[in-house]
């Protein structure tokens, strides 16, 4: 199994991208996929999740209103749109994957970020400048 995260690097304050999390090796169907961040020195942070059958969302507070979690099935990909970006989203971004069946599903996807997940992806850099 393997989450792979691609899109990341170098943009301005203000300005936007779009990360990628293409997913391989097994049936995601029954998966939430989520998005975490570690900055420099700090803890890692929940930022987004996605139910896959359902398409169902949920944000971090802190991204509410700049970021989009979507799910293109077909390809096996969850996106994360940021725009807006500010100095203090410069982090490493990590996609994961937890099987929603392995606790109630309707805990999700508001829950999701709190639950251990079963699947990780090496991460990839976003630095946002000033």
């Known amino acids: 199994v393997q989450l792979v995260e691609s899109g990341g690097g170098l943009v301005q304050a203000g300005g936007s991208l779009r990360l990628s999390c293409t997913a391989s090796?097994?049936?995601?169907?029954?998966?939430?996929i989520a998005w975490f961040r570690q900055a420099p020195g700090k803890e890692r942070e929940g930022v987004a999740c996605i139910t896959r059958r359902d398409g169902s969302t949920y944000y971090r507070d802190s991204v509410k209103g700049r970021a989009t979690i979507s799910s293109d099935n077909a390809k096996n990909t969850v996106y994360l749109e940021m725009n807006s970006l500010k100095p203090e989203d410069t982090a490493a971004y990590h996609c994961a994957a937890v099987f929603v069946l392995k606790y109630f599903s309707a805990t999700f996807p508001d829950r999701c970020l709190d639950y251990g997940m079963d699947y990780w992806g090496r991460g990839t850099l976003v630095t946002v400048s000033s």
């Open positions: 090796g097994r049936d995601f169907d029954d998966y939430a």
